[in-house]
DNA sequence: CTGATACTTGTCAGATTTGACAATAAATCA
DNA sequence: TGATTTATTGTCAAATCTGACAAGTATCAG
C-alpha cells in the first residue's frame, strides 16, 4: 500500500549523474548541486534517496564495484577454452569509447580513496580481485608456469590497461592505444 | 633601487603548498584558501604572485614540468654505457616514499587536463617526451631492434610506472611494487 | 631624508555549497 | 473517501570560496 517507489531508478539516475560529473571533475571536484543539475533533479532529493557527500561516493563506489565485477564475470563465461589472456586483452583494449568512462571514475575513486577510507579498503580488495581474474586467466594457459609468475605478468596488462585509459584524457594520438595493447601481448608472450 | 623582490622564495613556496594539496585532493578539490593555509600565507599573496585560479594551476603544470625534465635530463647524464634501460628502471621503482608525490601529482594534473586546455597541451608533451627518455635508452641499449618496437616497450614500462605509483594511494601491500618492476624488466627483456 | 619599488594586511560583495527540515503533492489500498 | 506511504518542492542558515581593491608597511638607492 501507499505510493509505489522510485527509488531504485532515482537511485540509478543520480549514480549516473554523479558517474558523468566524476570522469569530468573528479570526486572533490563534484558538488551535490552539479550533480543535481546533471541529473535533472533537485538536490533535495539526492539528499532523500541516498544521504549526504559522504554516501554518496560510497553509494557510487559500491555501484562502480558491482558492476565492473559483473562484466568481469561475464567476459570470463565467454572465454574460449585457449588463449585466454589473448581474448582479454582484445576485449579490454578495444578502441576508446567517449561515453564508457569506466577507467576515469576507476581512477577518481582511486585518487580520493585517501579522504574515504570505507572506500579505500573496498577498491583496494576490488584491484586485487581484478589482477587475480587476469592472472587465473594467464594460468589456465599456461598451467606449467609459476603462479607468481603468471600473477606478476596479470599486474602488468592490468597496469598498462589502466594507464592507457586514464592517459585517453590528454588526447593522446592513436598510436599510444595500439602500443599499449601490442605491449600487453607482448608481456603475456613471454610465458610460452 | 626599491626593495628587495622575495618573489622566486614565495612562488616555490606557494606552489610548494599547492602540489601537497593537489597529491592530497586533487586540482578540483583543492581551493586557494586551503592552499594559503598550508603555505601560511595570506590567500591575497598568493594572488599577488601568481594570480587567479587558472593561472596558479598553469604555474603548477609549468613547475612541475621543468621540474621532471630536469630530473630526466641529470639520470640521463649519469646513465651507464650497457643496460641503460636497466637502471633507469632500477632508479625509478625505488621503494615509494611517502614525502615524494611526483607522480600523484602528475595523474591529478592529467586527470583535470580536460579543463584547462593550454595545461592539456603541456602535458601531453611531457608525456611524449617522458616516453621518448626511456624509448632512447632503450634504443641505446638494443640498437639493432626496430625503433618502433623500442618506443612501444618503453610506453609499456612507463604505463607500468605510472599505474603503480598512482595505486599507492589504496595502501597495496609491498608485493605490488616488487611485481611492478619485474614487470618493467620482463618487458625490456623482450627485446634482447 | 625622500622617493621608488615591492611586500603585506585587511576587508568587501557576490556566488556557491552544504545539511537540515517543513510543507505539499501523488499514488495506492481498504 | 480516507488513511497511508512515498515523492517532490521550497526554503533556511551557516560555511566557504573567489575576485577585487584600498590602505598600510618594509627596504633600498641616492
Redesign the interface.
Given at each position: 500500500m501507499g505510493r509505489p517507489s522510485v527509488k531504485a531508478e532515482r537511485t540509478e539516475e543520480i549514480l549516473n549523474a554523479f558517474e558523468r560529473c566524476v570522469a569530468?571533475?573528479?570526486?572533490?571536484?563534484?558538488s551535490l548541486e552539479r550533480i543535481a543539475e546533471e541529473s535533472g533533479l533537485r538536490r533535495s532529493l539526492l539528499r532523500y534517496y541516498i544521504g549526504n557527500r559522504d554516501e554518496m561516493v560510497e553509494a557510487l563506489a559500491d555501484r562502480f564495484i558491482a558492476r565492473t565485477e559483473g562484466y568481469f564475470r561475464e567476459l570470463e563465461a565467454e572465454l574460449p577454452e585457449e588463449n585466454r589472456i589473448g581474448a582479454m586483452i582484445d576485449h579490454w583494449f578495444t578502441p576508446y569509447e567517449p561515453e564508457d568512462s569506466t577507467t576515469?571514475v576507476a581512477?577518481?575513486l582511486?585518487?580520493?580513496?585517501?579522504?574515504y577510507p570505507v572506500v579505500?579498503g573496498k577498491?583496494?580488495d576490488w584491484?586485487?580481485r581484478l589482477v587475480g581474474y587476469f592472472a587465473a586467466a594467464i594460468s589456465a594457459d599456461y598451467p606449467d608456469v609459476d603462479k607468481d609468475r603468471c600473477?606478476?605478468?596479470a599486474?602488468?596488462i592490468?597496469?598498462?590497461f589502466?594507464?592507457?585509459d586514464?592517459?585517453g584524457?590528454?588526447?593522446?594520438p592513436s598510436r599510444?592505444g595500439k602500443?599499449?595493447a601490442?605491449?600487453?601481448r607482448?608481456?603475456a608472450?613471454?610465458l610460452g
Open positions: 569530468r571533475y573528479g570526486v572533490e571536484g563534484t576515469l581512477e577518481a582511486i585518487a580520493s580513496a585517501e579522504r579505500q577498491l583496494r584491484y586485487d600473477w606478476m605478468v599486474l602488468g592490468v597496469s598498462i589502466f594507464n592507457h586514464s592517459m584524457s590528454l588526447g593522446l599510444y602500443a599499449s601490442e605491449a600487453a607482448l608481456l608472450s613471454t
